[in-house]
């Protein structure tokens, strides 16, 4: 652990200044920040900068998942983007569904369990527009079965810096916002219900640092159905204007 907490750091230092600069962030809740000891962090997700702002004033380490893409890319660029991302605290997680995403929730356990800190986002994927979407259950579940607190954070204003398609992040004020800890009594085998139950309190808390409007339907089903709905509309316009009444009369 020595070597990463090392170049974590200096990245900190090193990338954390321009960052800085650039979206020159207003912090609240930092009293609610534990110290010491096992944590995971909860956060609304915006934008793909929201893992590089949280650590800006986050006195501590944080360990994030990012999909397994990142990790296994082929030539110098590959080995270059898994170096990075290792190198950052980052590990891989296989987003595909079907319980493939458990081992990276094994390894966030062992992060728990060496008293350091797991940062996640419930909704799974990014907002496609701003609102806040149904948490998956997988941060709830780990809580429960090591009893370690959820610490709710709100970002505000990622997704104006850096909106979904843009590279280069924008000159935009953000704000991160952290509430005070839920406390979680561990459960050996915590049924669905219980698992539920903690993840829709853990979506309320940080809707309340957000104030963003709430969905009850995962961001992964809306981001389809957009999307189903842009390619009807581009194939009904392109039907449109190739049929012959769309042919422009001779005189």
Known sequence: MKRPLKLYWFYIRVLGGFAWRRFT??????ENIPKAGPLILAANHLAVIDDAVIPL?????????????????????????KFFF???GTFPVNRSGGGKSADALLHAKEILERGE????HPEGTRSPD??????????????????????????????????IGQVMPK???????????????????PTHEQVRELTNLMMKKIAE???????????????????????????AAAASESSPEAAPKGN
Do not use: C, W
């Open 209 to 235: 640092l957000t104030d963003q409007e709430y969905v009850n339907e995962y961001a992964q089903v809306v981001k389809k159905r957009m999307k189903e709905e842009r390619e009807a509309q581009l194939a």
């Open 130 to 163: 701003g609102k806040l979407y149904r948490g998956h259950t997988g941060a709830a579940r780990l809580a429960l079965q090591t009893g370690v607190s959820i610490l709710p954070v709100g970002l505000i204003g990622t997704n104006d810096a850096q909106p």
């Open 171 to 189: 000159k935009v004020h953000v704000e991160i916002r952290y509430g005070k800890p839920i406390e979680v009594e561990k459960v050996e085998n």
């Open 25 to 30: 962030p207003t912090v609240k809740g930092l």
């Open 86 to 88: 290792t190198s950052a």
């Open 57 to 81: 004033t986050f006195p501590r380490m944080v360990h994030y998942m990012a999909k397994e893409e990142y990790f296994t890319g082929k030539g110098i660029r590959g080995a270059f983007k």
């Open 117 to 120: 800190v797991f940062g996640i």
